[in-house]
């Protein structure tokens, strides 16, 4: 029997609301499923900064890296710590395990609504793929002068030739997976998010390394957008999109507006993936931690939920992770269980249940 250690790090704010909704999903489809699982929580974040003076221990990664995934709720407090601060425990997990994909699915189930009016379950299908280990995060630069009138401030983006390859690279094998367009290349299409008419350096390096990876994939389409313009596409005409391939910073910008395209930021998913499994990936919801929440059962366990869904797919359980995501659909399209955000008065707990049992009551394939 195969079996899996997950880390759950509940974090901050509705953290553990959504972190117990995920682990609840988890247990159900391993034990349909035949395969075992062992959780371990760490509760780390905001509350053990307040207590121990950082976000999570000195040898986090150390613990983290005897799991084979991990499971992260959401982190940050600014009532308790500077959100400057608590990201590192974030970017350090993403950078310290090179989790260089930021793979970031949005696809609008059927049966809920996005305040975006071209959105529909038919249009809405495409995947972001966001760097995530470098480009305009890589925390570079400095303060000078501070407190003189002369005071300035540099942030440097580092754009490398193995960054830029490896995750334009992994666009392209997932756009030849994907086959959105069919079997008779192309396949499928790969958009470049650019900026290189105003970032003179960094991103017509990245637009080079784009071109010469492409002609590697000739059944791939290629395509090329600037960020700012492909704002306006993804409202106007998102059934044009397959994959994405974005910077650290655009894909961060993109995917919250691709997260309205999916019905808003509770069904928005993404998994922080180091390919080669070198190291444990890490998977989340892309929501907050909405701290004025916390406590109040409202929050949407949807994006937690699709989480595990896309960590089990990583880890080879690829029957596992279409159960739950069909587990999903159904709940959705019945529309029976709903929280606030989607028009209901369902609480948290009550849409993972509902999930949970339209995974137990019905066999892997059937609807
Ligand atoms: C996200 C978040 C983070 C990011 C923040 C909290 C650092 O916005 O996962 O999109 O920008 O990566
Ligand atoms: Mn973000």
Not at 195 to 219: C, I
Not at 255 to 284: C, H, R, V
């Amino acid at each position: 029997m195969s079996s899996y250690r997950i880390a759950i790090i509940p974090g901050d704010g509705v953290g553990n609301e959504v972190a117990s909704e995920a682990t609840k999903i988890l247990r159900a489809i391993a034990e349909k499923h035949g395969f075992n699982v062992e959780t371990e929580n760490f509760n780390w974040g905001c509350d053990y900064y307040l207590k121990n003076g950082m976000m999570m221990p000195k040898n986090a990664l150390e613990i983290l890296q005897e799991f084979d995934a991990i499971f992260l709720g959401c982190i940050g407090d600014a009532n308790k710590v500077p959100d400057h601060i608590s990201i590192t425990l974030l970017l350090t997990i993403r950078k310290g395990f090179d989790q260089y994909i930021n793979l970031r699915p949005i696809k609008l189930y059927p049966g809920v609504e996005s305040p975006v009016k071209t959105a529909t379950p038919e249009t809405v299908d495409m995947v972001v793929i966001r760097e995530n280990t470098e480009g305009e995060y890589s925390a570079t630069g400095g303060f000078f002068k501070l407190g003189s009138p002369d005071a300035f401030a540099i942030q440097t983006g580092i754009f490398t030739q193995k960054g830029c390859e490896r995750v334009i690279r992994y666009a392209f094998e997932l756009a030849r997976k994907r086959k959105k367009f069919g079997d008779k290349a192309p396949v499928g299409m790969v958009t470049n998010c650019t900026k290189s008419n105003a970032l003179n350096y960094s991103m017509v390096f990245w637009d080079s390394v784009y071109q010469k990876v492409a002609k590697e994939y000739l059944d791939i389409r290629t395509d090329m957008a600037m960020v700012d313009a492909l704002t306006m596409w993804f409202v106007k005409n998102p059934g044009y999109f397959d994959v994405i391939v974005a910077s650290n910073l655009f894909g961060d910008i993109i995917t919250d507006l691709g997260s309205m395209l999916q019905g808003g930021m509770g069904f928005a998913a993404g998994g922080n993936i180091n390919p080669e499994k070198i190291y444990p990936s890490m998977f989340e919801p892309i929501h907050g931690s909405a701290p004025k929440y916390a406590g109040k059962a409202i929050v949407n366990p949807i994006a937690s939920i699709e989480s595990i869904r896309m960590m089990l797919d990583h880890l080879g359980e690829e029957q596992a992770a279409l159960d739950i995501q069909r587990a999903v659909v159904k709940t959705l399209a019945l529309g029976k269980v709903k929280t606030p955000d989607m028009g209901g008065t369902n609480k948290t707990h009550e849409v993972g249940d509902a999930i949970r049992r339209a995974i137990i009551n019905k066999t892997p394939n059937s609807c």
